[in-house]
């Protein structure tokens, strides 16, 4: 699975999409996807996964490279 995949199941899912896939998703992004990635999945997603990816960022001190 890429970042295209998940972007493609978070947009098909949307606001309907359950805690539980938001979060088999967000451990699958966190796995495959480059900072670059989160970020474009960030931007064009909302909902539950962009709730995870917040958190995710938060975490990380956010999506950039020192």
């Known amino acids: 699975m890429d970042a295209d995949d998940i ?3 978070v947009t098909f899912l949307g606001d309907e999409m359950t805690d ?3 979060q088999r ?3 699958q992004a966190k796995s ?3 900072i670059a990635d989160m ?3 960030k931007d064009a997603v909302g909902g539950p996964f ?3 990816l917040s958190e995710f960022e938060g975490e990380m001190g ?3 490279r020192y």
């Open 7 to 9: 972007l493609n199941i």
């Open 20 to 22: 539980e896939q938001a």
């Open 25 to 27: 998703l967000m451990d």
């Open 32 to 34: 495959c996807c480059s």
């Open 39 to 41: 970020e474009r999945i």
């Open 50 to 52: 962009y709730t995870l």
């Open 62 to 64: 956010g999506f950039h």
